[in-house]
Structure formats: C-alpha cells, structure tokens
C-alpha cells in the first residue's frame, strides 16, 4: 500500500509533468490577490489526463475512506472543487452536491445545490488550499445548513502558517494529497527547476504577500 509521502510525491510529479504546475522563480506570476508567486497551479488540466485523473480520483476515494468512514456525502467547493469531488463521490458510490461562493441571485436562490439535507455527515473537497478563506466560508455554509463537516480533502496545499490556523480556528481537520515542499522537492529531482532555486522558492512560502 503506498504511503501517503509517496502519494504526494507522485502526484506533484504528475502535476510538473502536465504542466499543471508551473514554477517560475525569475519571471514571478501575479495572483488575483496581487502577491507575486514563483508558482501557479491549475489542477483542472489534471481533467484532461486519464492516468492523472483516475490517480488523483482513487486517491481522494481511499483518503475519504480511511479519514472519515461515516461520511455519507461528498460536497465541491465551486467550482474548481466541483469535479474532484465528483470523481471521489463517483468512486465511492455516495452522493454528491456542491457549495456556491454566494447564493444565487435568481431562481430558487440556492448557495447548497443538490440533495443537500440537514444533518448529513459531509466531506468537502477542493482542487487546492491556499490560505483556506474559500474553503472555510463553504464549511461555514454548510454548518449554518445543519450539516455534520467532518472535513475537507484537496489535492494540493501551499502549506501557508496562517492555514492551518485558519482551520484550527474553525475547528475543521484537512488532509492534502500533496504539498509545497513535495513538489520542490520533485521540481528538483527531475529538473523543472535547479537546485540554487531552493532558497528563493523556500523563502515565497514564508512571506507570500511581500516575496520579492
């Protein structure tokens, strides 16, 4: 059975390798939030490769099914979330839904969609967490609904301080598949980036909002 070490390794190899990851540490992307990042991830191009897609799928699957074995329903986060968690409720024979970032402003006025119902034991999944505001606000959406969040699985973290006390805060546990330092790590090893970038990479992670 693999490990979880060697589970996060593989998929930040699988991640490089599709170019769901990319790492630039001279020519920096520009987040939403305006931080300047050696790091973008997309793991919604991970959709568009079978071999990755299934990996990650029965890697979500058997992390829900050893975590958090009286779930009884797996929620998305929107939208990026969305599709992971259908590949994991799929695999698991369980319901799915997902959360909104807002209610809707038309129609039935939903922020929960799906057959959603109060006091069901839920897990939600995310592509990736990066300080968890997204995140928590949906585990926030789904407590007032009367949900049971036992907690939440995503394919990637950043591995921010401030994230785990976000969740720390709200009281909800969270597992990630892989991680910052899995992904250097294989960057290296297979020479996406060279070794004399690890302190500059190193150092994004500690201070993201004034890395230079």
């Avoid at 699985?153 to 591995?159: H, K, L, R």
Wanted: aromatic share 8%; proline share 4%.
């Amino acid at each position: 059975m693999p490990t979880e070490e060697s589970i996060a390794t593989k998929i930040a190899e699988y991640l490089l390798e599709i170019h769901a990851t990319r790492l630039q540490p001279h020519q920096p992307f520009v987040w939403a939030s305006g931080w300047k990042s050696p790091i973008y991830n997309d793991n919604r191009i991970s959709l568009s490769h079978p071999h990755v897609r299934n990996y990650v799928k029965k890697q979500l699957a058997s992390t829900i099914q050893l975590q958090f074995t009286t779930c009884e329903m797996i929620v998305g986060v929107a939208t990026a979330g969305i599709a992971p968690g259908v590949l994991a409720a799929d695999e698991l024979n369980l319901p799915f839904g997902y959360v909104r970032s807002e209610a809707k402003k038309h129609g039935m006025g939903n922020q929960i969609e799906g057959d959603v119902k109060p006091g069901q034991k839920v897990v939600v999944v995310e592509d990736l967490i990066s300080t968890g505001k997204s995140s928590l606000q949906a585990i926030e959406a789904l407590r007032n609904f009367g949900c049971e969040v036992l907690g939440l699985v995503s394919i990637f973290n950043y591995g921010f301080d401030a994230t785990a006390l976000n969740f720390e805060v709200a009281k909800c546990s969270f597992i990630s598949l892989s991680n910052y330092d899995e992904l250097i790590k294989a960057a290296i090893n297979k020479k996406y980036v060279k070794a004399e970038d690890l302190e500059l990479l190193a150092n994004w992670r500690k201070d993201p909002a004034n890395w230079r």
